[in-house]
């Protein structure tokens, strides 16, 4: 069964100022604009254009979270996935939800769906992980090719060119595998204004972590929450001299 | 990015109605209504924004910009999608044509009229023939123009002079028209003409013409003030020879139209200066909260904050017009009272909005340097063009007039 699982995240919009909560306990979320986590929809472009190439038959968008994230799947859906796995986490446990429970969630969908290629962001702009691809491979013992900038299959294998900090690594994985994307992988199409109708009409199912068989505790304990320090004004200096003057005098050189 | 955070709640919340309330705010959208809005902002500032100021100055709009508003389905928003269109509603178009004249007041007059007048005639009127030959082309790669004023006929659109000669089984047309919108780029043309001067304005006929048609000379456009990136050509008819399977409608019925029509239209222009007020507004109130004089942020005194309040206030009442005149037409219940003073509200709006966001600025609002003053000099046509502010007025007092017969 030639099927891609895409997660999906929705995240606070990449252009909104977070702001920390009085307490401390985490970020301000009630009535801030929220978008798909950028790095989802390279994920989302990327299966639908594997799909468009005729080397798979469904994209199914799967999203974790309350009843908001529907709206994400929406636009997965817009942008060309078949259909949507809505998995509910409300309340605490979305507070708490993290990276280990949703690629348990992943895994045990990409084993239900049959799927043979889970295509996910490399990490969400909120929490800057960059774990649930690595987990759910290791999850379901898949080769992962992860930090994606290029996608290839070949056959029944998966040739991913990987970013990594020497420059660029090629890897032949094989299918089932799990893929994460990132920035160079391609460019997100906009989902076009027909395709948001036909995505009305496109089905999402509903389910709980439960129904899988997923335990959502949380093993971590969130305790503060802060800002990051502010960034202190510079000075500025005339000369070299003065530049190497100042910088002694902090100790910095 | 720049970001309009001031009441905008996130999605979710602005779909949300408290549970056993029956009567939801005005600004309440729909899923689909609030992702269309989304994709087409995304959509305008990534791949219209960058190319608004050499279109300006060009007086030329980029055949990509073109292009990719046919692709992205903004082109046929409410047509049929057998025909190639969206499928969607009036209000969506409307929710359209405010986003992009947020970046480009051009590009959505350019959106507005394809969808409001052209698309809306031949959904309206046409016969299954007319449907299948223009309709499918309409949303998927061409232009269509409004041909009704001339030089000695604007307000007084029906004294218009261009004769249509009845010939066996076709017409000849000729005259000529002015201030047509989109005429560089349109492949067809949707020219009223008088068949009958006799009958006056009842001779008054929509006629359908191809862009290749013998005799039908487009003229050098207008270098104007402001929408420069929107072509607006003189036409000329020299005995232009069209089919009687080209009218659109019946003979003697375009005033008709023309009026039915433009009532929609108007909308959509209120639309076009509700964006383009927004827009500008958006773009000059980050400044004052970042400029300090005397040691405190420009927005900061009292004067400024007065003002900058007054404009945001006329901005949201230009919104509620707008969106209620369309809501009212959806339902069809009548809307032409409302419709003229969305357009007449919203397009004074944009005047006093652009005006003071360039005062704001300063010195930098007065440089092409920053895009405050294009704002200014596009809104200008609000006031003019698909009925003059007086006109507006005028027809407003007919209906106000009527109200009060016992």
């Not at chain 1, 960034?231 to 910088?247: H, M």
């Not at chain 2, 269509?144 to 047309?173: P, W």
């Not at chain 2, 063009?385 to 017969?405: H, P, R, V, W």
Request: one cysteine or more; a neutral charge.
């Amino acid at each position: 069964m030639s099927r891609v699982l895409v997660g999906v995240k929705r995240v606070i919009d990449y252009a909104v100022k977070v702001r920390v909560k009085p307490d401390h306990s985490g970020v301000v979320t009630d009535g801030v604009k929220h978008s798909m986590n950028p790095f989802c929809e390279i994920a989302v472009e990327e299966a639908v254009k594997l799909k468009e190439k005729k080397l798979f038959k469904e994209v199914v968008a799967v999203s974790c979270g309350p009843a908001q994230a529907t709206e994400t799947i929406r636009t997965a859906l817009a942008m060309g996935c078949d259909r949507g796995i809505h998995v509910e986490v409300t309340g605490k446990d979305y507070e708490s939800l993290g990276p280990l429970q949703v690629s348990k969630i992943f895994a045990a969908l990409a084993k239900k769906e049959e799927a043979s290629l889970v295509i996910l962001g490399k990490q969400a702009i909120d929490d800057d992980c960059n774990q649930t691809g690595q987990m759910t491979a290791a999850l379901l013992d898949w080769p992962q090719g992860t930090f994606a900038s290029e996608v290839e299959i070949e056959g029944d294998k998966v040739k991913v060119v990987r970013e990594i900090d020497g420059g660029l690594e090629t890897i032949k994985i094989n299918m089932p595998a799990v893929v994460t994307a990132d920035l160079r992988l391609n460019t997100p199409r906009y989902a076009t204004l027909p395709n948001i109708m036909k995505a009305k009409k496109k089905k999402i199912a509903n389910m709980k972590p439960a129904d899988l068989g997923v335990d959502i505790v949380s093993r971590l304990e969130v305790l503060r929450v802060d800002e990051p320090p502010t960034r202190l004004a510079g000075v500025k200096v005339e000369t070299v001299d003065d530049l190497v003057a100042k910088l002694k005098e902090s100790g910095t050189i | 990015g720049l970001r309009n955070q001031s009441t905008r709640a996130g999605l979710s919340a602005e779909h949300a109605t408290a549970p056993g309330v029956s009567h939801p705010p005005l600004q309440t959208y729909t899923e689909e209504e609030g992702m269309m809005r989304e994709a087409v902002k995304r959509f305008a500032q990534e791949r219209i924004a960058p190319l608004v100021s050499k279109m300006d100055e060009n007086s030329h709009m980029d055949s990509e910009v073109i292009n990719s508003l046919f692709e992205q389905g903004l082109m046929g928003i409410e047509i049929d999608p057998e025909y190639g269109g969206t499928g969607s509603s009036f209000f969506s178009s409307i929710l359209v044509i405010e986003e992009l004249a947020k970046v480009d007041a051009s590009v959505a007059v350019l959106c507005d009229i394809q969808n409001t007048l052209i698309n809306t005639l031949f959904t309206k009127l046409g016969t299954v023939a007319q449907k299948e030959q223009y309709l499918s082309r309409l949303s998927t790669d061409m232009v269509g123009s409004f041909c009704l004023s001339e030089a000695e006929s604007g307000s007084d659109a029906f004294s218009l002079k261009t004769r249509a000669d009845k010939h066996k089984d076709y017409y000849v047309i000729n005259g000529s028209k002015m201030w047509i919108s989109n005429a560089e780029t349109a492949g067809v043309f949707l020219v009223m003409a008088n068949a009958d001067p006799s009958t006056g304005y009842r001779g008054i006929t929509c006629f359908i013409v191809d862009r290749d048609t013998e005799g039908l000379q487009i003229g050098k456009k207008e270098n104007k003030l402001g929408l420069r990136a929107s072509s607006t050509c003189p036409l000329n008819l020299d005995n232009v020879k069209v089919p009687e399977k080209n009218i659109l409608g019946q003979v003697g019925h375009g005033y008709k139209y023309a009026i039915g029509m433009l009532n929609e239209g108007r909308i959509g222009i209120a639309a076009q200066m509700l964006g383009l007020a927004q827009g500008c507004f958006d773009q000059a109130v980050p400044y004052t909260r970042q400029r300090v004089q005397f040691g405190k942020r420009i927005f900061d005194f009292q004067a400024m904050q007065h003002q900058i309040a007054h404009v945001a206030t006329q901005i949201e009442a230009a919104r509620l017009l707008t969106y209620n005149a369309a809501r009212l037409k959806e339902a069809g219940r009548p809307f032409i009272k409302e419709a003229c003073m969305a357009k007449y509200f919203t397009s004074e709006v944009a005047t006093l909005t652009t005006s003071k966001c360039i005062e704001w600025m300063g010195g930098v609002g007065f440089t092409k340097d920053y895009p405050i003053e294009k704002y200014y000099r596009d809104c200008k046509i609000g006031t003019i063009y698909e009925g003059t502010t007086n006109i507006q007025l005028s027809t407003m007092a007919k209906f106000i007039d009527k109200e009060f017969d016992l």
